[in-house]
T-cell receptor
Framework: AQTVTQSQPEMSVQEAETVTLSCTYDTSESDYYLFWYKQPPSRQMILVIRQEAYKQQNATENRFSVNFQKAAKSFSLKISDSQLGDAAMYFCAYRRPNGNKLVFGAGTILRVKS | DGGITQSPKYLFRKEGQNVTLSCEQNLNHDAMYWYRQDPGQGLRLIYYSQIVNDFQKGDIAEGYSVSREKKESFPLTVTSAQKNPTAFYLC????????????FGNGTRLTVT
């Protein structure tokens, strides 16, 4: 079974600085899909970024980018120029080909200091 | 506006009672999902459905039941057999194509005493 591990229960970052959230996963598949979701205090789950494993280029969405290391099975999220609104729980998720579900990590709480 | 509606936002029940959580979507998505969220454990899949009148158990289906009589609706019943029902429940929907993200509702906080 696939597993997703987020080893940082909590992280803090100063406003305007950069922070990286870690995620590793375990799979025997060669093709799959990875996602980062944000859950602010409202508890609404919001898609931040997605990555297809067959693409070598790292995905980028404005201030959010990933470092996808397929051989190491690592999928970290980098947030640049952190803003107060970035404070939330962040979840890494995995979806296998022909898979019908997302497997989530335990989440990382990100605190942003002004 | 298209989206997923979960109701109610907060639900309180006495132990031993069954309770049904509502989930409706108007995004025309084929697939719908129920996740449970507990502190420190992320989201765990309870049930999912890819088409009307069909659904599959997820990782923690014991004590729960679902139905999918309409494409738009996927209600979850928490039965008295569920040993620890107090949790935050999230409904999601999506397309069945592989890189499709899930869209989530705002969740229902169930408290059983």
């Amino acid at each position: 079974a696939q597993t997703v591990t987020q080893s940082q229960p909590e992280m803090s970052v100063q406003e305007a600085e950069t922070v990286t959230l870690s995620c590793t996963y375990d799979t025997s598949e060669s093709d799959y899909y990875l996602f980062w979701y944000k859950q602010p205090p409202s508890r609404q789950m919001i898609l931040v970024i997605r990555q297809e494993a067959y693409k070598q280029q790292n995905a980028t969405e404005n201030r959010f980018s990933v470092n996808f290391q397929k051989a190491a099975k690592s999928f970290s999220l980098k947030i640049s120029d952190s803003q107060l609104g970035d404070a939330a729980m962040y979840f890494c998720a995995y979806r296998r080909p022909n898979g019908n579900k997302l497997v989530f990590g335990a989440g990382t709480i990100l605190r942003v200091k002004s | 506006d298209g989206g997923i509606t979960q109701s109610p936002k907060y639900l309180f029940r006495k132990e031993g009672q069954n309770v049904t959580l509502s989930c409706e979507q108007n995004l025309n998505h084929d697939a719908m999902y129920w996740y449970r969220q507990d502190p420190g454990q992320g989201l765990r899949l309870i049930y999912y459905s890819q088409i009307v009148n069909d659904f599959q158990k997820g990782d923690i289906a014991e004590g729960y039941s679902v139905s999918r009589e309409k494409k738009e609706s996927f209600p979850l019943t928490v039965t008295s057999a569920q040993k620890n029902p107090t949790a935050f429940y999230l409904c999601a929907s999506g397309w069945t194509i592989e890189n499709s993200p899930l869209h989530f509702g705002n969740g229902t906080r169930l408290t059983v005493t």
